[in-house]
């Protein structure tokens, strides 16, 4: 079963600071089709989780371009440039290259500091 | 617009059962692998059920084996979790999810005496 490991669990951030999450998979999220099935998502308070970067890099539309995701095979970063109050909530990486098991992390809350 | 609506939430006894349905639409239903994740109060994600594209292959968290079974129909484009001898501690908001895409906005279940 993949396990997948997020760090920190809590990030307290300055406004206009820059912010960086990272998350380790147990096993290469590399798929046969050689795609790597890695996503980020931020779930607001009351939200349901929504996506941010879908296949380690790209980002979705609508999604500020102060938001950036890289990596490859088990270790991947989400990164934010500048810390908006917006931001608040939890992010989530979720892999969906192996499917035996829970395929997201353990979430990471960012605070305004 | 992609859509994933839940239904059947509701306030339960221990013991009681439940049936969860998720109706699909905006995207192919059939080509992607699907999954409840369920959230407790205060609490983070936690994946509950996967279920492959054509229903071949199951995967159950070790909690929920025994008393839960996720199915799909994908000629009517819906997923279902059938709950059984519900616990207190299986209240949460359940949503209905293909992870590293769409997530729905989750229905309620609360077990309590």
């Known amino acids: 079963d993949v396990v997948m490991t997020q760090s920190p669990l809590s990030l307290p951030v300055t406004l206009g600071q820059p912010a960086s999450i990272s998350c380790r998979s147990s096993q290469s999220l590399v798929h046969s089709n050689g795609n790597t099935y890695l996503s980020w998502f931020q779930q607001r308070p009351g939200q349901s989780p929504r996506r941010l970067i879908y296949k380690v890099s790209n980002r979705d539309s609508g999604v500020p371009d102060r938001f950036s995701g890289s990596g490859s095979g088990t270790d991947f970063t989400l990164k934010i440039s500048r810390v908006e109050a917006e931001d608040v909530g939890v992010y989530y990486c979720i892999q969906a290259t192996h499917w035996s098991s829970g395929t997201f992390g353990q979430g990471t809350k960012l605070e305004i500091k | 617009e992609v859509q994933l609506v839940e239904s059947g939430g509701g306030l339960v006894q221990p013991g009681e059962s439940l049936r969860l349905s998720c109706a699909a639409s905006?995207?192919?239903?059939?080509?992607?692998?699907m999954s409840w994740v369920r959230q407790a109060p205060g609490q983070g994600l936690e994946w509950v059920a996967n279920?492959?594209?054509?229903?071949?292959?199951?995967y159950y968290m070790d909690s929920v084996k025994g008393r839960f079974t996720i199915s799909r129909d994908n000629a009517k484009n819906s997923l279902y979790l059938q709950m059984n001898s519900l616990r207190v501690e299986d209240t949460a908001v359940y949503y209905c999810?293909?992870?590293?895409?769409?997530w729905g906005r989750g229905t309620l279940v609360t077990v309590s005496s």
């Open positions: 999810a293909s992870p590293g895409d769409y």
């Open positions: 279920i492959k594209r054509d229903g071949s292959e199951i």
């Open positions: 905006g995207f192919t239903f059939s080509g992607f692998w």
